[in-house]
């Protein structure tokens, strides 16, 4: 057995980094070894047929869905796309879902999520934290259609038909206190179901449950909305059922899907991916093809279904709408 000694400069990475770090870098080398990490090998690995979706679980129908009379809803022209829709089955079978598991086919797995009751918990920096049935919150929300680009961190990227509200009309359903000034969003964890069910849960080294968040000002823009429907029907369990975040300007991990709690703050959160690793993912996360993932290029995006690569926009399209938010926030990592 070869014996080798260590030279006096060469200490163990552990007494060179501060503990909290150095047990991330070991939750990240773990999730990279298990091929879990958020687009790890995103694109160059990746057979072609993975973006087309082919061998792909195909959508398990929603079924005894009480909202599924609700749809379709009108549509909003306001928001005009420049590429033709996904295909439905491409955009229902090819997700991240960690939840579920830490690769794209996990619709069929996604169907065991017991989608009712469903409550969504409002709290935090609010007039008066409450507890409402998703039932009784969509109806209560002007429903409407929008047809919306969305863009993945990992350079894949849709173009679909989301039926929901304006994320403002949550907000001033919440009625949040004047100091609020960050809207929290957080998916089932193993407090609402059991990680059988979504075994993904199992997978320690991350930290459940999923969460991000914006600013007051991000959810109050025009764009931010919550979909609970897609293609015209409640949204699959797959894309987030019953209720998801929509920020189309932004990365799509920014995209919380089953919403159980709503939490308004006067602190910054800190992201699902910005803890599982804070060098790759920010809170911002605002699109940009001149800055590139630490990873790969974000110059240009692949199309689901059709393959086709397309130069990616700043903010995805939706500066006009958006690039006013960030004008005083110069010294911030905007874009990741
Ligand atoms: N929400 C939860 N709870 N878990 C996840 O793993 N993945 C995010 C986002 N929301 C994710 C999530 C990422 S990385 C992306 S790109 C989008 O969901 C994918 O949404 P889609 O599957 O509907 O295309």
């Known amino acids: 057995m070869q014996i080798r000694r260590r030279r006096g400069w060469e200490i163990p990475e552990r007494e060179a980094t501060p503990e909290a770090v150095h047990a991330d870098r070991r939750r990240l080398v773990k999730a990279i070894a298990a091929g879990s990490m958020l687009g790890a090998g995103a694109l160059a690995a990746r057979p072609a047929s993975a973006f087309l979706g082919f061998g792909g679980d195909r959508q398990v129908a929603a079924s005894n869905d009480p909202t599924a009379g609700l749809y379709p809803v009108k549509r909003n022209e306001r928001y005009a796309l420049d590429?033709?829709?996904?295909?439905?089955?491409?955009?229902?079978?090819?997700?991240?879902?960690?939840?579920?598991?830490s690769h794209k086919q996990?619709?069929?797995?996604?169907?065991r999520l017991p989608l009712r009751p469903w409550t969504v918990r409002i709290d935090g920096m609010v007039e008066e934290p409450r507890t409402v049935d998703f039932d009784t919150l969509i109806r209560a929300m002007p429903l409407e259609?929008?047809?919306?680009?969305?863009?993945?961190?990992?350079?894949?990227?849709?173009?679909?038909?989301w039926s929901g509200f304006q994320l403002s009309h949550l907000v001033a359903y919440a009625k949040p206190l004047s100091g609020a000034r960050y809207v929290v969003f957080t998916t089932f964890g193993s407090n609402e179901i059991s990680p059988g069910t979504a075994t993904g849960l199992r997978q320690s080294w991350y930290p459940w449950p999923y969460v991000d968040g914006c600013s007051m000002a991000e959810a109050n823009n025009e764009m931010s909305f919550i979909a609970t429907g897609l293609y015209g029907k409640p949204i699959p369990a797959q894309n987030g059922a019953p209720l998801r975040l929509v920020l189309?300007?932004?990365?799509?991990?920014?995209?919380?899907?089953?919403?159980?709690?709503?939490?308004?703050?006067?602190?910054?959160?800190?992201?699902?991916?910005?803890?599982?690793?804070g060098s790759e993912y920010g809170f911002w996360a605002n699109v940009n093809p001149a800055v590139p993932h630490p990873r790969w290029s974000q110059a240009n995006e692949r199309m689901l279904g059709s393959g086709e690569m397309r130069p990616t926009q700043i903010y995805n399209g939706y500066g006009e709408f958006v690039a006013g938010l960030y004008e005083d926030l110069k010294g911030e990592k905007l874009y990741m």
């Open 83 to 101: 590429r033709p829709l996904t295909d439905e089955v491409q955009a229902t079978t090819y997700n991240n879902f960690y939840e579920f598991g």
């Open 106 to 111: 996990i619709s069929r797995a996604a169907q």
């Open 145 to 161: 259609e929008r047809v919306y680009r969305m863009r993945c961190v990992e350079a894949w990227a849709m173009a679909v038909p």
């Open 248 to 277: 189309p300007w932004k990365y799509g991990f920014k995209g919380v899907k089953s919403i159980v709690r709503v939490h308004f703050t006067d602190r910054r959160p800190i992201s699902f991916w910005e803890q599982v690793q």
